[in-house]
């Protein structure tokens, strides 16, 4: 019987992902900095705007990098493939990310379409502006930080590490060989989903007043779409779940241009 291909080397493991990541987070240059950071910190204006767009590259950037590590230590014992750290066992799989990216944009669309008139008039100005944006800089943010930077964070780093502790709580963490159950998986992926959702939340703060049915309608329109990315990287790979979660910003991008 053939054996498994022994994972490749912690450094192998490492770097590739780290780079891809490292990627996704200059995406963020692009970003304007949000008005509300000036009021809170006032003498950032004095700053030129590259420094100011580096410095807050800082905070991401250590964020991929710890995930980085983790996913490249935790992996190989769950058997969560990535082609770039070598593994031969993921499956990039472009059309399957395809119809899950742009299912997932057309639910988005659809909801947000369907719920603007309840979510109220400071939600509209917020759609609107998002319309107005330029359609390239909000691209290169949603393919570049949320299909690589975010990939690596919350599927790599943070759903590889719960589902580690989960089988260390199940007293299998020294089982190398050991082949995570479903319910471990689906438990790990569940919880990334939420913290990927949550983590929309501040970001959300900086443009409207949160209320209950708009923190309801962003957890868990990203819950969703947290689940289809993990379930993607648990069955094909890290690579499948990026390419998922890039096209879903090119079919919201498309939907905005189409409905402007």
């Known amino acids: 019987m053939k054996q498994p291909a022994a994972p490749a080397g912690f450094a192998r493991r490492f770097l590739p992902v780290w780079a891809l990541g490292l990627v996704g987070v200059l995406g963020l240059l692009v970003q304007t900095p949000p008005a509300t950071l ?21 905070n991401p950037l250590l964020l991929v990098t710890v995930a980085a590590l983790v996913g490249a230590a935790v992996t190989p014992r769950l058997r969560l493939h990535s082609r770039l750290a070598g ?3 993921a499956q990039v799989a472009p059309g399957l990310a395809l119809v899950v990216g742009l299912c997932l944009a057309a639910a988005l669309a659809l909801t947000d379409a369907a719920l603007a008139n309840a979510l109220g008039d400071e939600w509209r100005e917020v759609l609107a502006e998002a319309k ?5 800089h909000a691209l290169a943010i949603g393919v570049l930080y949320g299909g690589l930077a ?3 964070m919350m599927r790599w780093g943070l759903m590889a590490l719960v589902a580690w502790l989960l089988l260390a709580i199940q007293g299998r963490r020294s089982a190398a060989a050991a082949q995570p159950s479903a319910a471990t998986m689906w438990a790990a992926m569940a919880l990334a989903a939420l913290v990927f959702a949550a983590g929309h939340l ?3 703060a900086q443009s409207v007043t949160l209320t209950g049915p708009l923190v309801v309608r962003t957890v868990f329109l990203n819950a969703m779409a947290g689940m289809a990315y993990g379930w993607l990287f648990w069955r094909k790979g890290l690579e499948c779940a990026m390419l998922a979660h890039a096209f879903t910003h090119v079919g919201l ?4 241009m189409l409905w402007t």
């Open 38 to 58: 000036f009021e809170q910190a006032p003498s950032l204006r004095e700053l030129p705007q590259a420094a100011l767009r580096a410095l807050l590259l800082v």
């Open 87 to 89: 593994d031969v066992g």
């Open 132 to 136: 107005a944006t330029p359609p390239l």
């Open 150 to 152: 975010e990939e690596v």
């Open 202 to 204: 501040p970001a959300l």
């Open 253 to 256: 991008a498309a939907a905005r």
